[in-house]
């Protein structure tokens, strides 16, 4: 995977090591569900659609959680 030089501070999102600026960092992403809503545990009113679509987050890892993955 790519790895970034960090242009500021970052936390890795995996194992929440700081990551200072200047150090290499990766950038992924993570498809998830805007919703974890069950069927039965969903709001009876509006629901907005996009509740239902998957959203990309960013993730940022440090360099050592991006080789374990
Ligand atoms: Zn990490």
Same mark, same amino acid.
């Given at each position: ?22 150090q ?21 009113? =509006? ?5 239902? =679509? ?11 959680c991006?080789?374990?993955?």
């Open positions: 995977m790519k790895q970034i030089t960090a242009r500021r501070a970052y936390t890795c999102d995996s194992c929440k090591t700081q990551i200072d600026k200047g290499k960092y990766v950038r992924t992403s993570v498809g998830v569900k805007a919703t974890s809503w069950t069927v039965d545990d969903r709001p009876k009113h =509006e629901i907005p659609a996009w509740a239902w =679509e998957t959203v990309r987050l960013p993730v940022i890892n440090c360099v050592t991006s080789e374990v993955s």
